[in-house]
């Protein structure tokens, strides 16, 4: 597959092949932005002993049939930032941008329930 207007490995049509491996694989994520409509792949990681969980970008390798990581796939091929439209600051995807987001909610909230429970504790 060769994109005729593609800037780097990220803006290459997605392929039939790449969704099914997808699919198949419960580790990877198709994120769809919702501003350019691209798709994008990322694989989850849950570390077995703080339960942290981590994502890698990652693209369809057609050749090996596997998906590799992005960053190493295009290290030495583009130095433009990505982003989701016109909209997207800083050069982050706008989907990362929402997952790290609400990962601060969920800490948030989480300090919050225990300053709770030390007052009902105290009182």
Do not use: H, W
């Not at 990220?10 to 790449?18: C, I, T, Y």
């Not at 491996?21 to 798709?39: F, P, R």
């Not at 997952?99 to 329930?113: A, C, E, M, S």
């Amino acid at each position: 597959m060769t994109p005729t207007n593609a800037t780097s490995i990220a803006d290459m049509p997605v392929s039939e092949a790449a969704l099914t491996a997808a699919t198949s694989d419960a580790s990877i994520e198709k994120k769809v932005c919702e501003q350019s409509g691209k798709v994008s792949f990322q694989r989850k990681a849950v570390d077995a002993t703080t339960g942290a969980v981590s994502y890698t970008d990652v693209v369809y390798d057609e050749a090996k049939a596997v998906f590799v990581n992005q960053v190493a796939t295009e290290a030495s091929t583009s130095t433009e930032k990505k982003s989701c439209g016109a909209g997207a600051s800083s050069g982050k995807s706008c989907c990362k941008k929402d997952r790290n987001l609400v990962q601060k909610v969920k800490l948030l909230l989480l300090q919050v329930k225990r300053m709770l429970l030390q007052q009902k504790c105290n009182n």
